[in-house]
C-alpha cells in the first residue's frame, strides 16, 4: 500500500487537528492536496474494505481539515504519507505533479467575464 504526496506536518498542537500529540521527532505528515497525491490500487482496495466495516469508521461526523482527516483515515489502515518533493506547489524542473491555481476571472477585450 502505497500514499504519496507532499507532505505537511504541524509544529505544535492546534485546534484545527483535534489537540493531536506532535512528536518533533516523528511528525505525523498528511498531503498539501493542492500538489496532489497518489493512491496505489492496493491501498485504495484497504480503504474500501476498512470504510465497509461500520465500527472502524471515523468516529467525528464533522471535518475542519478533510485532507488530515483523511490522512488519520488512511493511518487507520496501517498506512503512512511518504513524502515527495515531486509533488509540487510551484513548478520546478523535478516535479510530476505541479499546482496550478486557476485563474476565474479572465480579461476578454477588456471586459471581466
Same mark, same amino acid.
Given at each position: 500500500p $502505497?500514499?504519496?504526496g507532499h507532505g505537511l ?11 493531536d500529540h506532535?512528536?518533533e521527532d516523528k511528525p ?5 492536496a493542492?500538489?496532489g497525491? $497518489?493512491l496505489?490500487t492496493?491501498l485504495?482496495?484497504?480503504?474500501c474494505?476498512?470504510w ?8 467525528m461526523?464533522?471535518?475542519?481539515d ?5 490522512a488519520r483515515?488512511?493511518e487507520?489502515?496501517?498506512?503512512l504519507?511518504?513524502h515527495?518533493?515531486d509533488?509540487?506547489?510551484e ?5 510530476a505533479i505541479?499546482f496550478?491555481?486557476?485563474?476565474f476571472c ?8
Amino acid at each position: 500500500p $502505497v500514499f504519496l504526496g507532499h507532505g505537511l506536518h504541524d509544529a505544535a498542537e492546534t485546534i484545527i487537528h483535534h489537540f493531536d500529540h506532535v512528536d518533533e521527532d516523528k511528525p505525523f505528515l498528511f498531503p498539501d492536496a493542492r500538489a496532489g497525491f $497518489v493512491l496505489s490500487t492496493t491501498l485504495v482496495s484497504r480503504l474500501c474494505q476498512k470504510w465497509s466495516e461500520v465500527a472502524q469508521r471515523p468516529k467525528m461526523d464533522f471535518t475542519i481539515d478533510a485532507q488530515y482527516e483523511f490522512a488519520r483515515f488512511i493511518e487507520s489502515a496501517g498506512t503512512l504519507l511518504l513524502h515527495s518533493n515531486d509533488f509540487c506547489l510551484e513548478f520546478g524542473t523535478e516535479c510530476a505533479i505541479v499546482f496550478n491555481p486557476r485563474n476565474f476571472c479572465v480579461s476578454i477585450a477588456g471586459v471581466m467575464s
